[in-house]
């Protein structure tokens, strides 16, 4: 049996002691917190966010990685970043279809024949690219499947998997950040959430990328995501009716292309590290799945978390920095239903965390009887929203301007978000 236990910094050996004590064949992973151990669960997400401009890439002339580019992800990755804008596409992949290449029409793409499991080619691709041309981000959707139980799988088979998905985005990353890069988006694996019948190579191989992207969460640049996706029903490996309809047994359904790239543009405006896109039938999963689905199990296993107290007051001065910081974290973790404003940096996109248009305007509201944010024009009651404020060191600082130097706009907005990337 395989099971994780999540530790905070500098915890006591107890509390390890306590999370072996829970461990079992229904509650392997889990997470310690003080006198506390807490369990996954998943909800589903009703929130939708606005769609991705249609430009989004054109101002950007750097080449647009895709790995795995002639795969059926790959393919659906190269026509999105088309579809967006992007003028200069790089098709990295050991093999290439002349016969779907012909078929791709506009701007300018450029084949690497290149395994990205091998760091030396890999790495011979993307500096080339960056001496002629730069790169501006990359969609990694390469991977290899090496499909049977953990025990069963030699050194060489494991190496295989991670090398194609766990090194090359690592390497990826690091070439990004050296050249400024904007983005790179990695698709992972909904095994790595819920598990899959004979692939824990890859489900561990993704867990890595999930992992790779919360790690570097905090990043302006490149902005990276992780997205679990489940089966595709028109593209990809699951793509044949056999395999539909044993995955459909097993409680999972498939996406059409179309909900595909639906939520990619979903994650990218939502700039979340992770996203799991999957349809699922939670009547026919096994137990252990269900679980997951079923909030009420995990409540014996967690405490609740309490938002903070919703006061709007502010008692202390304007020129103390620290009592006006600790004021705009638990403003916004009360609009965000965040358990622990302190987790808040002040360099923060509050965009990223979730801070739409509308819940931005609430916070402005408040902000405007505390610290005169908002100002009454000509008679008609216009409000100066600070859009441009979207971190709180920046909102911070603003209370230091004289209302007249600040930015005012007349009207709201019609964008509801902007991309992360």
């Known amino acids: ?64 990685l895709v790995t795995g580019a002639f795969g059926g992800l790959g393919r659906l990755a190269v026509n999105w970043l088309r579809e967006k804008g992007a003028r200069r596409i790089a098709l990295l992949a050991p093999r290439v279809d002349e016969s779907w290449l012909r078929d791709v029409e506009g701007g300018q793409t450029r084949v690497c024949r290149c395994d990205v499991g091998d760091a030396g080619q890999l790495a011979t691709v993307l500096d080339d690219l960056a001496a002629n041309g730069g790169i501006a981000g990359a969609i990694h959707a390469a991977g290899v499947l090496a499909d049977a139980p953990l025990q069963e799988l030699d050194d060489h088979q494991l190496a295989a998997v991670f090398a194609v998905k766990a090194q090359a985005a690592s390497q990826l990353l690091q070439t990004l950040r050296n ?63 056999e395999m539909l309809a044993t995955l459909a047994s097993r409680g999972m359904g498939a996406l059409s292309d179309a909900e595909g790239c639906w939520h990619l543009e979903q994650a990218v405006m939502r700039g979340a590290p992770w996203r799991l896109a999957m349809r699922v039938f939670t009547d026919k999963m096994p137990p252990l799945q269900q679980a997951l689905f079923n909030i ?29 910081m600790a004021w705009l974290k638990k403003r916004i973790a009360v609009q965000l239903r965040l358990s622990d404003p302190a987790s808040l940096h002040p360099n923060q996109d509050l965009l990223q965390l979730g801070m739409d248009s509308l819940l931005f305007l609430n916070s402005v509201a408040i902000f405007s009887t505390t610290w005169a944010y908002a100002s009454m024009r000509n008679g008609r009651g216009r409000i100066c929203l600070l859009m441009d404020s979207r971190s709180l060191s920046v909102l911070s600082q603003r209370r230091r301007l004289p209302l007249r130097s600040r930015k005012c706009c007349g009207t709201t907005p019609t964008s509801v978000m902007r991309p992360s990337l």
């Open 1 to 64: 049996m395989l099971a994780a236990i999540d530790l905070a910094e500098n915890t006591p050996w107890e509390t390890l002691h306590q999370g072996l004590s829970a461990v079992s064949l229904s509650q392997r992973w889990l997470a310690a917190r003080g006198d506390t151990l807490w369990l996954p669960s998943l909800s589903p997400n009703t929130g939708c966010a606005a769609e991705l401009p249609a430009n989004v890439f054109t101002g950007d002339s750097r080449w647009h």
């Open 179 to 241: 050249h400024d890069g904007r983005y790179l988006i990695l698709y992972s694996s909904a095994a790595a959430t819920l598990g899959a019948p004979g692939q824990s190579a890859h489900a561990l191989a993704c867990g890595y990328l999930d992992g790779l992207a919360q790690q570097f969460s905090t990043l302006d640049a490149p902005k990276t995501l992780s997205v679990a996706w489940g089966a595709w029903g028109e593209s990809g490996r699951a793509a044949t009716p």
């Open 296 to 324: 009420s199990a995990t409540e014996k296993a967690a405490t609740p978390v309490i938002p903070p107290a919703d006061d709007n007051a502010f008692n202390g001065s304007l020129s103390d920095e620290t009592a006006v």
